[in-house]
């Protein structure tokens, strides 16, 4: 009996050394895991606001590479990146695609249907059949376009390599360089530290750029001379989360404004005045390092998320009327 | 079955050992494939540890596994990509309002980034090194917001070029590799960056 029991006791002391010795090598202790210089991304990618919108299926463009998107006047949904164009409707059924070669960076459609196509050192007109109209290319060099935006006779180009917006008619003529900088009227310059460096056109028309270095958004007039701005850098969701945000800004009918972040990725919802109305997707709502989330207003309110590495177009739905 | 003899036995293990063998040759060398034998452009020489940064996670052990103290991984600055941001997210910690050198606002635990005006609203940043403890703190806040300038490597002239590496061993990336003695960083940058 007294054997019988040394026995059991021996097994039992046997399984637990084998036990630990497994936790040892296998799991590791969390205490040990753990980061004690952690920079705390995770709590800064938390938030207790509940979203205005709520999210529905996502598009899903034929393109392997996503990087631009925008609506037309036509109500389509136009999505632009490594060789071409995908047309689609807003149940993300395909209308028309065509092929390029090269990497649309941005992209915008003109109230005709044109489409004006950033090429990252050129920009390109191209009829929604897929017919190229024309091509032109800024006379700086180092030409870095980061975005376009567009009305009836007016294209403007936004180059993050020389921090300028260029103003061109519709036949690629250079009208006026905004933005630079000139002491004598006052203007500062765009402080651009990355290739994050959106334009949009208010109902308006007026001109809106995202100052990212400054986190601002600023209102320009024909000639140049700074109107207005608005925007701070914060982590809260009032403001913009550090350097280059916004790095993507679009205007809703209303004049109201829509920012998505890096860094935080997070897409808001601004007055007119600048002032934080609603939160449109959480950071939860990305993989975390998500860059490049372009934006266009959709139909009823909607909201289209370009996500480049999930390489879908999200589409997020108001709640309630804000 | 018949008891094996001891000439069997010795027979058994060296044609054992001689397949072994064969097969982890021909595997070395499927797995070096592209790589020339012979030849001049053939990887030889002495070579050193060295983490990539594109595959670094800024996960701390850099700082808490080297067998040096502080470890011989730096935080070391490639300027070709910075943005010489005022709000530089590798310098203050997140949230900072006022933009001054205090040091309760400085993301790095021992203060080893320095901040130099150079003008409005530009500032450089700088690494000293004999303070850098390696942790990475800077370079994920470099990263997640601005351009990734920041980037740690390991500094040779304090490497002890351990045979195996402890820092290499617990790297849960995969980050470290041996790398030629004659080109030893693997700096990300838009040049080749003086390190």
Redesign the interface.
């Known amino acids: 009996m007294k054997k019988k029991i040394i026995l059991v006791f021996a097994i039992i002391l046997f399984l637990a050394i084998v036990a630990w010795m497994f936790r040892d090598l296998f799991t590791g202790s969390p205490e040990l895991q753990k980061n004690p210089y952690d920079y705390g991304m995770k709590e800064l990618r938390q938030t207790d606001t509940v979203p205005a919108y709520k999210e529905v299926t996502p598009l899903k463009p034929a393109l392997t590479t996503i990087t631009s998107i925008a609506t037309g006047y036509d109500g389509k949904i136009y999505v632009a990146g490594k060789g071409g164009v995908d047309i689609l409707d807003i149940s993300g059924r395909i209308l028309k695609s065509f092929t390029f070669p090269g990497y649309a960076t941005c992209l915008t459609v003109m109230p005709d249907n044109t489409l004006v196509i950033g090429m990252g050192d050129h920009v390109e007109l191209w009829d929604p059949s897929g017919v190229q109209i024309s091509a032109w290319q800024p006379e700086d060099t180092t030409s870095v376009i980061t975005s376009v935006a567009a009305s009836q006779h007016k294209i403007f180009v936004a180059d993050a390599g020389n921090k300028i917006v260029y103003q061109y008619n519709e036949l690629g003529k250079l009208q006026a360089r905004i933005g630079e900088k000139d002491p004598s009227r006052k203007i500062p310059g765009f402080v651009i530290p990355s290739p994050y460096f959106d334009v949009g056109i208010s109902p308006a028309g007026e001109l809106w750029v995202a100052n990212t270095g400054r986190y601002k958004l600023e209102k320009y007039d024909n000639d140049g001379s700074l109107l207005t701005s608005w925007g701070e850098a914060s982590v809260t969701l009032e403001g913009f989360a550090g350097c280059c945000n916004p790095s993507h800004f679009t205007i809703l009918s209303d004049g109201s404004f829509v920012t998505s972040e890096k860094g935080i990725e997070r897409v808001k919802v601004y007055s007119p005045d600048g002032n934080f109305i609603a939160l449109v997707a959480r950071p939860e709502s990305f993989d975390e390092g998500t860059r490049g989330l372009d934006l266009a207003a959709g139909s009823n309110g909607r909201i289209l998320i370009l996500d480049p590495l999930r390489n879908q177009v999200r589409v997020f739905l108001p709640l309630k009327k804000h | 079955m018949d008891k094996q003899s001891r000439r069997q036995f010795i027979r058994l293990a060296v044609r054992g050992t001689l397949f072994g063998g064969i097969a982890l040759v021909t595997g070395n060398l499927i797995l070096r494939q592209g790589e020339p034998l012979f030849g001049k452009n053939r990887k030889s020489g002495p070579t050193v540890w060295q983490l990539n940064p594109a595959k670094c996670i800024?996960?701390?052990?850099c700082?808490?596994n080297c067998v040096k103290t502080p470890s011989a991984v730096k935080c070391t600055h490639a300027y070709s990509m910075c943005?010489?941001?005022?709000?530089?997210?590798g310098y203050f910690k997140?949230?900072t309002?006022t933009l001054d050198t205090g040091a309760e606002k400085q993301?790095c635990?021992v203060s080893a980034i320095k901040r130099t005006f150079v003008e409005?609203?530009?500032y450089e940043y700088t690494i000293d090194e004999t303070l850098c403890i390696g942790?990475?703190?800077c370079v994920?806040?470099c990263g997640?917001?601005?351009?990734g300038s920041l980037q740690l490597q390991v500094r040779h002239p304090l490497c002890d070029n351990c045979n195996e590496c402890s820092i290499a061993r617990n790297c849960p990336a995969g980050a470290y590799r041996r790398v030629p003695l004659s080109d030893p960083y693997l700096l990300k940058g838009f040049g080749k960056e003086k390190v």
């Open positions: 800024q996960c701390g052990r700082a808490t943005g010489y941001c005022n709000l530089c997210s997140p949230g309002k993301l635990p409005d609203p530009f942790c990475g703190k994920k806040g997640a917001f601005g351009n």
